[in-house]
């Protein structure tokens, strides 16, 4: 006589539960806010193009800052100031929507001194903020965002 199982096998749940959680992860992704993703796109450029722009400055010997626009300008939502000539950088956001603020100044240092003092820069995309910043050694990156 053979006795029947009945129920699962340990392996059997364990692949069971590893799909969920696969699905789960998935669905999250997909559902991510889209203002979230472009403010991390934004971050994630203008910290390429800062540390471009400050390379630049140290192998050349430029004192290159970083600016906003002001308010009227119709040439660009910022520039980089005093960059090699031959060195073209983008002066628009990816999403028109999108605004900065740099806190404690009025531009950006980006050399020529290899150090340039701790800076920080607020993105902001709606209801979202994200912050630049370096320590004035290290890149600029993402920091959390102090709450009012």
Known sequence: MTRRQRGFTLIEL???VAIIAI????????LRDADAKTLDQEAARLSAL??????QARAAGL???????SAGNTDGAFRFVNLPPAVKMPTQWLDS??????????????????????????????????????????????VETPRP
């Not at 699905?23 to 997909?30: D, F, P």
């Not at 800062?50 to 390379?55: P, T």
């Not at 806190?103 to 209801?127: D, H, K, N, S």
Request: hydrophobic share 55%.
């Open 50 to 55: 800062l540390e471009s722009a400050r390379a």
């Open 63 to 69: 004192p290159a800052r970083f600016e906003l626009a």
């Open 23 to 30: 699905a789960a992860g998935v669905s999250s992704l997909a």
């Open 14 to 16: 364990m692949v069971v």
């Open 97 to 142: 929507r999108t605004s900065a603020e740099i806190l404690g100044a009025r531009a950006l240092r980006l050399g020529p001194e290899p150090l340039i003092g701790a800076q920080r820069l607020v993105l902001r995309l709606a209801e979202r903020n994200l912050t630049l910043a370096t320590d004035g050694l290290g890149p600029f990156v993402v």
